[in-house]
Protein backbone atom coordinates (compact mmCIF):
# COMPACT_ATOMS: atom_id res chain seq x y z
CA UNK A 1 0.00 0.00 0.00
CA UNK A 2 1.42 2.89 -0.81
CA UNK A 3 2.22 6.05 1.81
CA UNK A 4 -0.78 7.99 0.35
CA UNK A 5 -3.26 5.31 0.99
CA UNK A 6 -2.28 4.72 4.98
CA UNK A 7 -2.26 8.38 5.45
CA UNK A 8 -6.25 7.61 4.17
CA UNK A 9 -6.26 4.95 6.94
CA UNK A 10 -5.40 7.21 9.73
CA UNK A 11 -8.34 9.78 8.65
CA UNK A 12 -10.40 6.87 8.44
CA UNK A 13 -9.53 6.60 12.27
CA UNK A 14 -9.74 10.00 13.53
CA UNK A 15 -13.59 10.47 11.54
CA UNK A 16 -13.77 7.46 14.10
CA UNK A 17 -12.65 9.36 17.18
CA UNK A 18 -13.97 12.71 15.92
CA UNK A 19 -17.53 10.74 15.46
CA UNK A 20 -17.63 9.39 18.94
CA UNK A 21 -17.24 12.77 20.06
CA UNK A 22 -19.51 14.65 17.97
CA UNK A 23 -22.24 12.35 18.09
CA UNK A 24 -23.70 13.55 21.46
CA UNK A 25 -24.71 16.65 20.15
CA UNK A 26 -26.40 14.98 17.62
CA UNK A 27 -28.49 11.95 20.19
CA UNK A 28 -28.64 14.79 22.92
CA UNK A 29 -32.19 13.90 23.22
CA UNK A 30 -32.81 10.29 22.96
CA UNK A 31 -29.86 9.58 25.50
CA UNK A 32 -31.81 12.51 28.07
CA UNK A 33 -34.84 10.10 27.54
CA UNK A 34 -32.88 6.62 27.58
CA UNK A 35 -31.35 7.21 30.33
CA UNK A 36 -34.15 9.31 32.09
CA UNK A 37 -31.71 12.48 32.91
CA UNK A 38 -32.11 16.33 31.78
CA UNK A 39 -30.55 17.82 28.39
CA UNK A 40 -27.86 19.64 31.10
CA UNK A 41 -26.79 15.98 32.51
CA UNK A 42 -26.17 14.90 28.86
CA UNK A 43 -24.45 17.89 27.95
CA UNK A 44 -21.82 16.99 30.75
CA UNK A 45 -20.87 14.22 28.70
CA UNK A 46 -19.37 16.47 26.44
CA UNK A 47 -17.96 18.47 29.28
CA UNK A 48 -16.20 15.39 31.14
CA UNK A 49 -15.00 13.67 27.90
CA UNK A 50 -13.54 17.61 26.49
CA UNK A 51 -11.87 17.78 29.70
CA UNK A 52 -10.10 14.30 29.85
CA UNK A 53 -8.85 14.66 26.51
CA UNK A 54 -7.72 18.55 27.08
CA UNK A 55 -5.71 17.78 30.25
CA UNK A 56 -4.68 14.35 29.78
CA UNK A 57 -3.80 14.16 26.39
CA UNK A 58 -0.24 16.02 26.25
CA UNK A 59 0.82 13.95 29.78
CA UNK A 60 0.11 10.86 28.22
CA UNK A 61 1.74 11.60 25.23
CA UNK A 62 4.70 12.61 27.45
CA UNK A 63 4.75 9.27 29.01
CA UNK A 64 4.38 7.65 26.17
CA UNK A 65 6.67 9.41 24.25
CA UNK A 66 9.31 6.52 23.91
CA UNK A 67 6.79 3.96 22.39
CA UNK A 68 6.97 3.10 19.02
CA UNK A 69 4.59 5.19 17.38
CA UNK A 70 2.58 2.30 15.25
CA UNK A 71 2.18 0.59 18.56
CA UNK A 72 0.88 3.36 20.70
CA UNK A 73 -2.13 3.81 17.94
CA UNK A 74 -2.72 0.35 18.27
CA UNK A 75 -2.82 0.50 22.27
CA UNK A 76 -4.34 3.72 21.94
CA UNK A 77 -7.17 2.60 19.86
CA UNK A 78 -7.46 -0.65 21.56
CA UNK A 79 -8.54 1.92 24.40
CA UNK A 80 -10.72 4.06 22.88
CA UNK A 81 -12.57 0.73 21.34
CA UNK A 82 -13.19 -0.95 25.34
CA UNK A 83 -14.43 2.88 26.22
CA UNK A 84 -17.18 2.29 23.32
CA UNK A 85 -18.22 -1.55 24.25
CA UNK A 86 -18.37 -0.25 27.40
CA UNK A 87 -21.33 2.77 26.07
CA UNK A 88 -22.76 -0.23 24.19
CA UNK A 89 -23.17 -3.02 26.82
CA UNK A 90 -23.37 -0.80 30.22
CA UNK A 91 -26.56 0.47 31.47
CA UNK A 92 -27.29 4.02 32.91
CA UNK A 93 -25.91 7.37 33.11
CA UNK A 94 -23.09 6.65 35.75
CA UNK A 95 -21.31 3.84 33.67
CA UNK A 96 -21.69 6.02 30.32
CA UNK A 97 -19.46 8.58 32.22
CA UNK A 98 -17.10 6.10 33.16
CA UNK A 99 -17.01 4.54 29.54
CA UNK A 100 -16.46 8.68 27.95
CA UNK A 101 -13.98 9.25 30.11
CA UNK A 102 -11.96 5.81 28.56
CA UNK A 103 -12.61 6.84 24.88
CA UNK A 104 -11.42 10.21 25.91
CA UNK A 105 -7.77 8.86 27.39
CA UNK A 106 -7.67 6.59 24.10
CA UNK A 107 -8.58 9.05 20.96
CA UNK A 108 -6.71 11.87 22.50
CA UNK A 109 -3.46 9.96 21.91
CA UNK A 110 -4.82 8.72 18.57
CA UNK A 111 -5.04 12.19 17.29
CA UNK A 112 -1.68 13.08 18.12
CA UNK A 113 -0.66 9.64 17.19
CA UNK A 114 -2.12 9.90 13.31
CA UNK A 115 -0.99 13.64 13.24
CA UNK A 116 2.88 12.34 13.68
CA UNK A 117 2.87 9.30 12.15
CA UNK A 118 1.04 11.05 8.70
CA UNK A 119 4.16 13.78 8.87
CA UNK A 120 6.56 11.06 9.11
CA UNK A 121 5.05 8.64 6.09
CA UNK A 122 4.30 11.60 3.99
CA UNK A 123 6.41 12.07 0.79
CA UNK A 124 8.56 15.13 0.57
CA UNK A 125 6.90 18.35 0.20
CA UNK A 126 3.06 17.21 1.40
CA UNK A 127 3.77 17.05 5.03
CA UNK A 128 1.47 19.99 5.34
CA UNK A 129 -1.01 18.03 2.77
CA UNK A 130 -1.03 15.06 4.79
CA UNK A 131 -1.74 16.55 8.38
CA UNK A 132 -4.57 18.24 7.11
CA UNK A 133 -5.93 14.78 5.39
CA UNK A 134 -5.70 13.24 8.36
CA UNK A 135 -7.67 16.31 10.33
CA UNK A 136 -10.26 16.40 7.18
CA UNK A 137 -11.27 13.10 8.76
CA UNK A 138 -12.08 15.08 11.99
CA UNK A 139 -14.13 17.22 10.06
CA UNK A 140 -15.79 14.73 8.28
CA UNK A 141 -17.57 13.39 11.20
CA UNK A 142 -19.01 16.63 11.75
CA UNK A 143 -20.41 16.65 8.17
CA UNK A 144 -20.97 12.15 8.54
CA UNK A 145 -20.54 10.69 11.20
CA UNK A 146 -23.08 13.09 13.52
CA UNK A 147 -25.80 12.89 11.04
CA UNK A 148 -24.95 8.94 10.18
CA UNK A 149 -25.37 8.57 14.05
CA UNK A 150 -28.48 10.40 14.37
CA UNK A 151 -30.36 7.88 11.61
CA UNK A 152 -28.63 4.88 13.48
CA UNK A 153 -30.01 5.94 16.69
CA UNK A 154 -33.68 6.42 15.26
CA UNK A 155 -33.72 2.91 13.79
CA UNK A 156 -31.72 0.83 16.15
CA UNK A 157 -31.15 2.91 19.27
CA UNK A 158 -28.14 5.12 20.54
CA UNK A 159 -26.48 2.47 22.15
CA UNK A 160 -25.95 0.71 18.64
CA UNK A 161 -23.85 4.03 17.63
CA UNK A 162 -21.17 3.36 19.93
CA UNK A 163 -21.58 -0.16 19.18
CA UNK A 164 -21.05 0.03 15.41
CA UNK A 165 -17.99 2.44 16.21
CA UNK A 166 -16.39 -0.16 18.33
CA UNK A 167 -16.54 -2.51 15.94
CA UNK A 168 -14.59 -0.40 12.87
CA UNK A 169 -12.66 0.58 15.61
CA UNK A 170 -11.44 -3.31 15.56
CA UNK A 171 -11.06 -3.09 12.02
CA UNK A 172 -8.72 0.08 11.63
CA UNK A 173 -6.33 -1.65 14.71
CA UNK A 174 -5.91 -4.92 12.35
CA UNK A 175 -5.65 -2.74 9.04
CA UNK A 176 -2.95 -0.81 11.00
CA UNK A 177 -1.00 -3.51 12.50
CA UNK A 178 -0.50 -4.16 8.95
CA UNK A 179 -0.36 -1.15 7.08
CA UNK A 180 1.59 1.23 9.16
CA UNK A 181 5.20 0.84 9.65
CA UNK A 182 7.22 0.95 12.61
CA UNK A 183 8.37 4.86 13.75
CA UNK A 184 11.67 5.70 14.81
CA UNK A 185 11.33 7.52 18.35
CA UNK A 186 12.07 11.90 18.43
CA UNK A 187 12.53 13.63 21.47
CA UNK A 188 9.33 15.06 22.86
CA UNK A 189 9.47 18.79 23.92
CA UNK A 190 9.06 18.68 27.31
CA UNK A 191 6.00 19.71 29.17
CA UNK A 192 7.14 22.78 31.01
CA UNK A 193 8.46 23.76 28.34
CA UNK A 194 5.49 23.87 26.44
CA UNK A 195 3.19 25.76 29.19
CA UNK A 196 6.42 28.46 29.47
CA UNK A 197 4.64 29.62 26.55
CA UNK A 198 1.75 30.56 28.71
CA UNK A 199 3.89 33.49 30.54
CA UNK A 200 3.89 35.82 27.37
CA UNK A 201 0.65 37.89 27.20
CA UNK A 202 0.17 37.91 23.36
CA UNK A 203 0.31 34.12 23.31
CA UNK A 204 -2.37 34.23 26.20
CA UNK A 205 -4.78 36.47 24.28
CA UNK A 206 -4.07 34.29 21.34
CA UNK A 207 -5.51 31.30 22.96
CA UNK A 208 -8.36 33.31 24.62
CA UNK A 209 -9.64 34.15 21.01
CA UNK A 210 -10.45 30.45 20.48
CA UNK A 211 -11.35 29.35 23.67
CA UNK A 212 -14.48 32.26 23.32
CA UNK A 213 -15.01 31.76 19.55
CA UNK A 214 -15.42 27.96 20.28
CA UNK A 215 -17.15 28.33 23.63
CA UNK A 216 -19.65 30.46 22.42
CA UNK A 217 -19.85 27.94 19.59
CA UNK A 218 -20.44 24.85 21.80
CA UNK A 219 -22.89 26.72 24.24
CA UNK A 220 -25.18 26.46 21.18
CA UNK A 221 -24.16 23.43 19.26
CA UNK A 222 -24.23 20.94 22.28
CA UNK A 223 -27.93 21.64 22.80
CA UNK A 224 -28.49 21.99 19.18
CA UNK A 225 -30.83 19.00 18.12
CA UNK A 226 -33.05 19.68 20.98
CA UNK A 227 -33.50 22.90 20.39
CA UNK A 228 -34.08 22.23 16.81
CA UNK A 229 -36.51 20.05 18.04
CA UNK A 230 -38.29 21.94 20.59
CA UNK A 231 -37.62 25.56 19.69
CA UNK A 232 -37.65 25.91 16.28
CA UNK A 233 -39.84 23.44 15.34
CA UNK A 234 -37.89 20.68 13.23
CA UNK A 235 -39.56 17.21 12.72
CA UNK A 236 -37.11 14.30 13.92
CA UNK A 237 -37.40 13.35 10.75
CA UNK A 238 -35.84 16.50 9.37
CA UNK A 239 -33.05 16.57 11.65
CA UNK A 240 -30.55 13.88 10.19
CA UNK A 241 -30.48 16.04 7.02
CA UNK A 242 -30.54 19.20 8.66
CA UNK A 243 -27.37 18.24 10.82
CA UNK A 244 -26.00 17.00 7.23
CA UNK A 245 -26.32 20.24 5.67
CA UNK A 246 -25.14 21.91 8.89
CA UNK A 247 -22.01 19.83 8.29
CA UNK A 248 -21.45 20.67 4.83
CA UNK A 249 -21.54 23.93 5.16
CA UNK A 250 -18.65 23.83 8.37
CA UNK A 251 -16.59 22.61 5.78
CA UNK A 252 -17.20 25.27 3.24
CA UNK A 253 -16.52 27.70 5.52
CA UNK A 254 -13.23 26.46 6.55
CA UNK A 255 -12.21 26.49 2.88
CA UNK A 256 -13.54 29.79 2.95
CA UNK A 257 -11.40 30.87 5.86
CA UNK A 258 -8.02 29.47 4.33
CA UNK A 259 -8.41 31.37 0.86
CA UNK A 260 -9.74 34.70 2.87
CA UNK A 261 -7.00 34.95 4.68
CA UNK A 262 -4.58 34.56 2.05
CA UNK A 263 -6.49 37.28 0.01
CA UNK A 264 -7.43 39.62 2.58
CA UNK A 265 -5.23 38.62 5.79
CA UNK A 266 -6.32 37.76 9.58
CA UNK A 267 -7.68 40.11 11.04
CA UNK A 268 -10.59 40.74 8.91
CA UNK A 269 -11.17 36.87 7.94
CA UNK A 270 -11.51 36.85 12.08
CA UNK A 271 -13.70 39.94 13.08
CA UNK A 272 -16.09 39.07 9.49
CA UNK A 273 -16.24 35.56 10.36
CA UNK A 274 -17.47 35.83 13.86
CA UNK A 275 -19.56 38.98 13.02
CA UNK A 276 -21.58 36.64 11.00
CA UNK A 277 -21.42 34.33 13.73
CA UNK A 278 -22.73 36.86 16.33
CA UNK A 279 -25.85 37.66 13.55
CA UNK A 280 -26.98 34.45 12.91
CA UNK A 281 -27.01 32.80 16.32
CA UNK A 282 -29.05 35.91 17.45
CA UNK A 283 -31.54 35.61 14.12
CA UNK A 284 -31.83 31.86 15.40
CA UNK A 285 -33.60 32.77 18.16
CA UNK A 286 -35.61 35.13 16.38
CA UNK A 287 -36.70 33.41 13.35
CA UNK A 288 -37.73 30.36 15.48
CA UNK A 289 -40.72 28.86 13.29
CA UNK A 290 -39.58 29.29 9.91
CA UNK A 291 -38.00 26.10 8.79
CA UNK A 292 -36.48 27.32 5.36
CA UNK A 293 -35.57 30.82 7.08
CA UNK A 294 -33.68 28.59 10.13
CA UNK A 295 -31.83 26.33 7.45
CA UNK A 296 -30.67 28.90 5.68
CA UNK A 297 -29.31 30.56 9.48
CA UNK A 298 -27.93 26.94 10.79
CA UNK A 299 -26.21 27.25 6.52
CA UNK A 300 -24.78 30.91 7.54
CA UNK A 301 -23.71 30.11 10.91
CA UNK A 302 -22.25 27.27 10.38
CA UNK A 303 -19.85 28.86 7.24
CA UNK A 304 -19.20 31.87 9.51
CA UNK A 305 -18.21 29.70 12.36
CA UNK A 306 -15.73 27.41 11.15
CA UNK A 307 -14.23 29.96 8.89
CA UNK A 308 -12.71 30.99 12.01
CA UNK A 309 -10.93 27.89 12.40
CA UNK A 310 -7.68 27.23 9.83
CA UNK A 311 -7.44 31.31 9.95
CA UNK A 312 -6.83 31.23 14.23
CA UNK A 313 -5.01 28.89 13.75
CA UNK A 314 -2.67 30.08 11.06
CA UNK A 315 -2.79 33.63 13.63
CA UNK A 316 -1.50 31.57 16.38
CA UNK A 317 1.37 30.06 14.44
CA UNK A 318 2.23 33.86 13.30
CA UNK A 319 2.41 35.11 17.37
CA UNK A 320 5.66 33.19 18.29
CA UNK A 321 6.88 31.60 15.10
CA UNK A 322 9.58 29.26 16.42
CA UNK A 323 7.57 27.55 19.01
CA UNK A 324 4.24 27.58 16.61
CA UNK A 325 4.19 23.52 16.35
CA UNK A 326 4.10 24.33 20.49
CA UNK A 327 1.52 26.59 19.96
CA UNK A 328 -0.74 24.57 17.96
CA UNK A 329 -0.84 21.76 20.16
CA UNK A 330 -1.90 24.20 23.27
CA UNK A 331 -4.44 24.94 21.08
CA UNK A 332 -6.00 21.45 20.59
CA UNK A 333 -5.95 21.47 24.31
CA UNK A 334 -8.08 24.66 24.09
CA UNK A 335 -10.30 23.95 21.82
CA UNK A 336 -11.52 20.75 24.11
CA UNK A 337 -11.53 23.16 27.13
CA UNK A 338 -13.81 25.60 25.24
CA UNK A 339 -16.05 22.74 24.24
CA UNK A 340 -16.16 21.34 27.48
CA UNK A 341 -16.99 24.88 28.68
CA UNK A 342 -19.49 25.78 26.60
CA UNK A 343 -21.02 22.31 26.47
CA UNK A 344 -21.04 22.96 31.10
CA UNK A 345 -22.19 26.71 30.92
CA UNK A 346 -24.92 25.69 28.65
CA UNK A 347 -26.62 22.95 30.30
CA UNK A 348 -26.49 25.29 33.64
CA UNK A 349 -28.43 28.00 31.65
CA UNK A 350 -30.76 25.37 29.81
CA UNK A 351 -31.62 23.99 33.33
CA UNK A 352 -31.91 26.98 35.24
CA UNK A 353 -32.79 29.78 32.80
CA UNK A 354 -34.01 28.49 29.51
CA UNK A 355 -33.29 26.57 26.01
CA UNK A 356 -33.78 30.05 24.19
CA UNK A 357 -31.24 31.52 26.40
CA UNK A 358 -27.99 29.35 24.30
CA UNK A 359 -28.17 31.59 21.63
CA UNK A 360 -27.43 34.77 23.26
CA UNK A 361 -24.94 33.52 25.51
CA UNK A 362 -22.71 32.27 22.51
CA UNK A 363 -23.39 35.20 20.72
CA UNK A 364 -22.00 36.84 24.24
CA UNK A 365 -18.75 34.46 23.87
CA UNK A 366 -17.87 35.16 20.13
CA UNK A 367 -17.93 39.23 20.65
CA UNK A 368 -15.22 38.27 23.41
CA UNK A 369 -13.17 36.89 21.49
CA UNK A 370 -14.12 39.80 18.74
CA UNK A 371 -12.58 42.17 21.55
CA UNK A 372 -9.55 40.12 22.02
CA UNK A 373 -8.98 39.65 18.27
CA UNK A 374 -8.67 43.50 18.04
CA UNK A 375 -6.66 43.88 21.15
CA UNK A 376 -4.17 41.16 19.41
CA UNK A 377 -3.87 42.10 16.39
CA UNK A 378 -2.57 46.19 17.38
CA UNK A 379 1.07 44.66 17.13
CA UNK A 380 2.51 43.04 14.36
CA UNK A 381 3.60 39.39 14.08
CA UNK A 382 6.00 37.50 12.39
CA UNK A 383 5.24 34.69 10.13
CA UNK A 384 6.17 31.37 9.31
CA UNK A 385 6.04 29.53 5.91
CA UNK A 386 6.13 26.14 6.14
CA UNK A 387 3.59 26.22 9.78
CA UNK A 388 0.91 28.54 8.46
CA UNK A 389 0.66 26.55 5.16
CA UNK A 390 -0.52 23.24 7.23
CA UNK A 391 -3.07 25.27 8.89
CA UNK A 392 -3.97 26.92 6.20
CA UNK A 393 -4.57 23.67 4.43
CA UNK A 394 -7.15 22.48 6.99
Known sequence: MSNTGKIYI?????????????????????????????????????????????????????????????????YSLGLFVIGNI????????????????????????????????????????????????????????????????????EVLGWKAVFGGIALLGLVAMVIISLTIPKIQVEKLTPLNQQLALLKKPKVVLG???????????????????PYLLNISGVSDKLLSGVLLIFGIASL??????????????VRFTLIGGMML???????????????????????????AAWSTGPTQQYHLA??????????LGLNQSMMQLAMAAGAGIGGIFVERVSLTSITWLGAL???????????TSRSPSKKTSVDCNVVKSQ
Open 207 to 225: LAITFFWLGGYSIVYTYLS
Open 318 to 327: TIEPESSSLL
Open 10 to 74: LAIVSFLVGTSQYIISGILDNISESLGITLAAAGQLITIFSLVYAIFTPVLMAITSRMDKRKLMI
Open 277 to 303: HITMLVLLSIVAHSYVGVLVILILWSF
Open 86 to 153: LAFILPGYGFFIVSRIIMAFGAGMVVVTALTIAEKIAPKGKKASAIATVIMGLTASLIIGVPLGRMTS
Open 365 to 375: GVTIAIGLTIL
Open 252 to 265: VGSKFGGFSTDRWG
